[in-house]
């Protein structure tokens, strides 16, 4: 079974990518804390959960959401399915007629960011440590939302063809303006969001989706014009969970 | 061991809730948009139920080994009362789980075929692994950095929106004397550092700091190390396309 081997090798990599970790942590629990780890074998345990479940989950993503997630990014950036749905040819398209590309960027950085399983770490402890205030479900959502919204902007940038810079340097101007509103406890928060949405399952549906319309689009590149989207993929959740933020606060006043 | 079960099944059932969005949006968008037939039914199933299970695995793990060992670990630091330590420890964390960081390999590589089609490196396979290669120290180094400077930063209770913020302001400066090539991968290589396992080690490293000092808040102070993480990359990257032009 071709599966059970994949399994393995997928276990084996994240295997390979946890081990070092976790043995950094134990010899600098023994060596410079000089002190037994607590629970050791639950640890152990843990961590062989994690290596499992990382593997799996891999393999399980390789199986199916990848190779789905990057035919549709090519097939809704293929220059025939365009032209099929406009009746332009491919040199004549203007950015509105993407329509389709920008829905799915939205759809797909949404919903990819709802499995991400960094961000479930960080609102799990968010939750803990906030007392309840900072609702689980509550911050995913937010943080979804701005990737779905950047995402979508930032193929929208590919499309026009207009400086990345441009748009970074708005969005973090947004991101003063917003710092100076929102309520404190939020900001550290919400400036990690940014870096956390962005892993497993995002980037590489994302990155395929970015390559795929670089190379649709006439006059851009792939190697030029394909990065970028896991930039915007990293801003606009910072925006959107200031503004869970400050919705939080109207919310409470009213 | 009941309790465990018991948990492990909860995991599982979230886990199923959470990639429902994903399965709804592929199907709606192949039915109604592309509309062409998908091979494998079986195979998509099976990989579906893979995933649920490996999320709930993960998040099962997280909660029983990595969260209480990244804050035991915290804890311990700041009893120690050894700043060299815990800058240390900080550092070779970044350092460490970024270089070996697969989705970081996949990146180098692609810029370095980048600056070979912009003619900033010969297109021979020497070039192109040295430039990948350095590349990755140079992303490991910020992160490591980032990792030092959020946990000095938790110590001072400096201003965190004024270091991001001074951070960014820095980032668009440097963009504007950094070669064009180069700017698309510094801006994503901020958001590919952050990895599945360092993200909750790194929070729970930055909550038990924050939480273990006097007057600081767990909410307020531990939070942020990740932000520092997504910011230097940028800015080491566009600082490394500077640098090769000149050597």
């Not at chain 1, 079974?1 to 970790?21: G, N």
Request: hydrophobic share 60%; proline share 4%.
């Amino acid at each position: 079974m071709d599966l059970i081997r994949d399994s393995l090798v997928f276990v084996w990599d994240s295997a390979s990518d946890v081990l070092p970790i976790a043995i950094f942590l134990f010899a600098f629990q023994l060596f410079v804390i000089r002190e037994r780890i607590p629970n050791f074998k639950q640890i152990v345990v843990g961590f062989a959960f994690v290596i499992v479940g990382l593997g799996l989950f891999l393999v399980g993503l390789e199986q199916s959401l990848f190779p789905l997630g990057r035919l549709m990014a090519q097939q809704l950036t293929d220059p025939a399915f365009l032209e099929s749905v406009h009746g332009h040819v491919r040199e004549s398209l203007v950015w509105q007629d993407f329509y389709w590309v920008y829905l799915f960027a939205a759809a797909i950085g949404f919903s990819t960011t709802l499995a991400e399983p960094a961000l479930m770490a960080v609102s799990i402890k968010a939750n803990v440590v906030s007392a309840g205030a900072v609702g689980v479900w509550g911050l995913r959502v937010a943080v979804a939302l701005g990737v779905g919204f950047g995402v979508a902007l930032g193929c929208f940038r590919i499309i026009t063809g207009l400086p990345l810079q441009y748009f970074i340097a708005a969005g973090y101007l947004v991101v003063i303006v917003q710092t100076t509103m929102a309520p404190k406890m939020i900001v550290p928060l919400a400036y990690d969001s940014g870096g956390v949405t962005t892993s497993t399952v995002t980037v590489p549906l994302i990155t395929a989706l970015g390559l795929g319309l670089a190379e649709a689009v006439p006059g851009r590149s792939p190697l030029l014009d394909g990065f970028g989207l896991v930039a915007f993929a990293s801003l606009f959740p910072i925006i959107s969970v200031l503004a869970y933020g400050q919705f939080a606060v109207l919310k409470g006043k009213t | 061991m009941k309790n465990s079960l018991i948990a492990l099944s909860r995991d599982a059932l979230f886990s199923l809730r959470d990639l429902v969005p994903i399965v709804v949006v592929i199907a709606v968008f192949q039915v109604f948009v592309v509309k062409q037939p998908v091979s494998g039914f079986w195979s998509l199933l099976i990989g579906g139920l893979l995933v649920v299970a490996g999320l709930a695995f993960f998040i099962f793990g997280l909660r029983i080994a990595l969260f209480p060992i990244g804050e035991n670990l915290a804890h311990a630091l700041a009893k120690k009362g050894s700043a060299f330590w815990l800058f240390t420890f900080s550092f070779v964390l970044g350092f460490g789980t970024t270089i070996a960081e697969p989705a970081l390999l996949a990146v180098a590589e692609e810029a370095a075929e980048v600056a070979v089609g912009a003619g900033v490196i010969e297109n021979d396979e020497a070039a192109i692994e040295s430039y990948a290669l350095g590349l990755r120290l140079v992303v490991a180094l910020s992160v490591g950095v980032a990792l030092l400077l959020g946990v000095f930063r938790i110590l001072t209770n400096w201003s965190l929106p004024v270091m991001i913020i001074g951070g960014y302001v820095l980032v668009v400066i440097v963009t504007t004397i950094a070669p064009p090539e180069i700017v698309g991968v510094a801006y994503d290589s901020g958001g590919v550092t952050t990895s599945t396992v360092t993200v909750p080690l790194v929070t729970a490293l930055g909550v038990g700091l924050a939480s273990s000092l006097k007057g600081r808040n767990a909410m307020t102070d531990g939070f942020g190390l990740i932000a520092f993480a997504s910011l230097t990359p940028i800015l080491f990257v566009l600082l490394y396309g500077i640098a090769r032009q000149w050597i």
